[in-house]
């Protein structure tokens, strides 16, 4: 499902010559989003997902009601693992990718102080499973993953202990636990909160467990810029998205129903919920608990050798 969303936001977002570009204080309807940009204008590609919290969170951006004048965005949607390894060969200005890609990019890339998601001390990622069994039965078990550079699969790493895992689209996963092509997912986006209405049962909510032990946000995504950028581009591009962050905050029915496009079916108020969960007030700035929660969730990766070496942390924004 997600990936005829994907393809269908890919027919929206391009025209015949070329992706869309969206200018600063440009409207899709009066630019019909030219193809060229002008001599003076910079095209900056920024990649994110074609879900309802990215879209929500760029929705500002993407139709132009933010941005900064000389700088063009060219939007490329595609699922996080495909942004993951996109990032490993630099493909792209600034994307969202994983905490756990961070690791393997961070040469090349800096962290953009807005745009994470981060799992709180209710709610993250969560394994399930057809009937509930103890978190012990995970370890060496095979589970259905989104990716095996995705946050999600390092922070279960981390808690249960090497694991067998099937990579699959994420969409795909409720599917292959209910119908027992695998015995337990590993879930992201909404399936965190649709999975009990599958009739499966959470066997393990990963937020939760983070926040147990370490009293810090669990950090999933982000979004980072290339260090190669001028440092003036750097900086319009970490303000022009924290300003889209902003913008949907502040005017979020209009914003709500943009991301809607992208729920994949979900009705409005789960979609409102799920939003609500990962574009917040530490996604318009991770602040400080932000920054030691992507810190220590490095740290501990690294001294479980699941990460080469322990990336350096440089913020932006």
Known sequence: MARNAAAGLARCLSCPGGDVLVRAGMRPAASKRACVTQASERL????????????????????????????????????????????????????????HAYAYVADRYAVLASGASMGEQTYGPLVVAREAVPVSALRGARIAVPGLLTSAYLALQLCVGQVTPVVMPFDTIM????????????????????HAARGLACVLNLGAW?????????????NVVRRSLPDDVKMHIARDLRESIAYGLTHRAEALAWALQYARGMESQTADTFVGMYVNERTLDMGPEGRAGIEHFLQRAHEAALIPSLPPLDFVG
């Open 44 to 99: 900056v590609t920024v990649g994110h997902s074609p879900d309802s919290d990215d879209a929500f969170m760029f929705y500002a951006l993407a139709t132009g009601r933010v941005g900064s004048a000389g700088l063009v965005y060219r939007h490329l949607l595609q699922d996080i693992q495909t942004l993951n390894e996109w990032a490993r060969e630099e493909r792209l200005d600034t994307t969202a990718i994983s905490i």
């Open 175 to 194: 599917d292959a636990v209910t119908h027992g092509s695998v015995p337990y997912g590993l879930l992201i986006h909404e399936g965190q909160l649709t």
């Open 210 to 222: 983070w926040h147990e032990e370490t009293g810090l946000p669990l950090p999933l995504g982000i």
